[in-house]
Structures are given as C-alpha cells and as structure tokens.
C-alpha cells in the first residue's frame, strides 16, 4: 500500500540532489569552494544537497558553471522543471484561478483510455453536476483566497462529462459510502448530485462501485487518487496534487485500488446505498 503520497516526488528532488553533488565532487571541489563560485551562502548549497530547496533555472546553470559542467545545464534543467511538476501547489495551480486547472484534468481523461478512481471525499469531477461543483469550486476558492473564475471553471469541470458518452473511455470508480452523505451545498444540490449518480451508473462506460461504511477494511482509507492507464496516477491532497509515474509506486496503487474494490457493492446494492443517502436528506 502506498504510504506517503508525495514519496516520488521527493524522491525525485534527492535523485537531483545527488546528480549535482556528484557534479561537484568531479569537479573535485566542496561545498564551501562551490558556494564561493557560485557567490551565494553556503547555507543555499547545503539546501541543495539536502533536497530541501528547490533550485532555480538560474541557479543550476551557476552550478554547472562553478563545476565547468555547462554541457549538463539544459539536461539538469528540464530535469527539476518535472521534478516541480511532481508536486503542484493547488494555490500555485489556482493563481490566477481554478479554470486552467479544469482544462489540464480535462486533457488528461481525453488522453486515457481507462481512469480508475478511488475517492474518499468527494464525488469525482466527471460524475458531478453543475449545482454540486459549483458549490464545491465555490468553496475550495473560498478557503485557498485564489482568484474566483467558479463560473468558468465549472463549465470546465463538467466538460469532462463528454467522455462518459463519447469515445472509447471507460471510467473504474469506487466511492466511500460517507461521500454521498456528505453534504456539499444545499439538501436539493445533494439530491440532484445522488440522482446524477444513479443516471450514469448504467452507462457502459461507467463502473461505480461503493465502499460500505460498516463494512471490514482489507485496507484502509486513503486520499483520493486517479489512475491513469497505469502510466499516471494523480494523488490529491489537501495543499497539492502529487503526480506520480514511477512503475514501483504505481504497481502500489494499482494494488491499493484492487484491495478497495474488494470491500465495494455494485449494482443493486450500491444503488441502495444511493438512494439511502438521498432519502435521508427528506
């Protein structure tokens, strides 16, 4: 089971780390004569190697130089802009509102042939209507204080639903019981929300599992993540969205998701859990 979300991240931050202290010990020079070089403190050069700060574009060109490495620059570069994209900041993502964001989710289910989801605290994006994403994007800007675009990125939210009919995608879906329980927006926005569930349930593009609460875990809650043709999984966390591709952690989460489906009711009996769920909203 996958035990911290941002683990390929980080551990692609220290794979940088390492490639730049062994430019440094080729070069046959220390931290102090690198940071001399360099002219910064030797603090920064300490970070670096540490993997607790982030170099800048500026700073590993500096570095390639002091280490008379500048053929390396381009290759070191490119590789810490997708160490960065690894671990993208909801707010850094939201700067200039949620829109984009929508628009890049968008481009990632056009691009896949199957998602498999697992979510534990809301319903997924694809499976939302317009009244529930609305409150929802309504209160995530709320809380983050990002730029309010709600209107457009709804709009682009629910584009997604496209998929559902067109194209050859398939959407693998397990939702924790207390998910359609707890309320987002108003009693009828959560109504409305629960009846959309049961319409797109018997799309043949759609398999939608429930994860009883009662029930006995094999294994246990997690954060929501999004399984890509098992080349990309996206794991959301409350500040950020970890993007992971190496095989290792997504073998992990492919097992993750296979455990959670073994504790999930289909068909008739997710169907009860469903409309459950709408009667006690009366």
Same mark, same amino acid.
């Given at each position: 089971?996958?035990?911290?979300?941002?683990?390929?991240?980080?551990?692609?931050? *220290? @794979?940088? !780390?390492? #490639? +730049?202290?062994?430019?440094?010990?080729?070069?046959?020079? &220390?931290? %102090?004569?690198?940071?001399?070089?360099?002219?910064?403190?030797?603090?920064?050069?300490?970070?670096?190697?540490?993997?607790?700060?982030?170099?800048?574009?500026?700073?590993?060109?500096?570095?390639?130089?002091?280490?008379?490495?500048?053929?390396?620059?381009?290759?070191?570069?490119?590789?810490?802009?997708?160490?960065?994209?690894?671990?993208?900041?909801?707010?850094?993502?939201?700067?200039?509102?949620?829109?984009?964001?929508?628009?890049?989710?968008?481009?990632?289910?056009?691009?896949?042939?199957?998602?498999?989801?697992?979510?534990?605290?809301?319903?997924?994006?694809?499976?939302?209507?317009?009244?529930?994403?609305?409150?929802?994007?309504?209160?995530?800007?709320?809380?983050?204080?990002?730029?309010?675009?709600?209107? *457009? @990125?709804? !709009?682009? #939210? +629910?584009?997604?639903?496209?998929?559902?009919?067109?194209? &050859?995608? %398939?959407?693998?879906?397990?939702?924790?019981?207390?998910?359609?329980?707890?309320?987002?927006?108003?009693?009828?926005?959560?109504?409305?929300?629960?009846?959309?569930?049961?319409?797109?349930?018997?799309?043949?593009?759609?398999?939608?599992?429930?994860?009883?609460?009662?029930?006995?875990?094999?294994?246990?809650?997690?954060?929501?993540?999004?399984?890509?043709?098992?080349?990309?999984?996206?794991?959301?966390?409350?500040?950020?969205?970890?993007?992971?591709?190496?095989?290792?952690?997504?073998?992990?989460?492919?097992?993750?998701?296979?455990?959670?489906?073994?504790?999930?009711?289909?068909?008739?009996?997710?169907?009860?859990?469903?409309?459950?769920?709408?009667?006690?909203?009366?």
């Amino acid at each position: 089971m996958p035990v911290s979300p941002s683990s390929s991240a980080q551990a692609a931050r *220290e @794979a940088l !780390a390492l #490639r +730049l202290g062994h430019l440094m010990r080729d070069a046959g020079i &220390n931290g %102090r004569e690198l940071s001399r070089r360099c002219r910064w403190d030797k603090a920064k050069t300490s970070r670096i190697l540490g993997a607790k700060a982030a170099p800048s574009d500026t700073d590993i060109r500096a570095w390639c130089t002091a280490c008379d490495a500048e053929d390396q620059a381009d290759d070191l570069v490119a590789t810490a802009r997708t160490v960065e994209s690894m671990y993208m900041e909801w707010r850094r993502q939201h700067r200039a509102g949620m829109r984009r964001a929508q628009e890049d989710v968008f481009a990632r289910n056009a691009a896949a042939r199957v998602c498999r989801a697992y979510v534990s605290n809301v319903i997924p994006g694809f499976f939302q209507t317009a009244d529930y994403a609305t409150a929802l994007m309504r209160s995530i800007t709320d809380f983050q204080g990002t730029p309010d675009d709600v209107a *457009e @990125a709804v !709009a682009a #939210r +629910l584009a997604r639903s496209r998929f559902l009919y067109e194209g &050859n995608h %398939r959407f693998v879906v397990l939702i924790e019981e207390w998910v359609l329980r707890s309320r987002i927006g108003t009693a009828e926005t959560m109504a409305g929300q629960l009846t959309h569930l049961l319409t797109v349930m018997p799309l043949p593009s759609v398999s939608l599992g429930i994860i009883p609460t009662g029930v006995p875990r094999t294994a246990w809650p997690l954060e929501a993540f999004y399984l890509y043709d098992d080349q990309h999984t996206v794991v959301e966390t409350l500040t950020a969205g970890i993007n992971i591709r190496r095989p290792r952690e997504l073998a992990d989460y492919a097992k993750a998701f296979q455990g959670l489906a073994r504790t999930a009711v289909h068909g008739d009996a997710a169907r009860a859990l469903i409309r459950a769920a709408i009667d006690s909203l009366e």
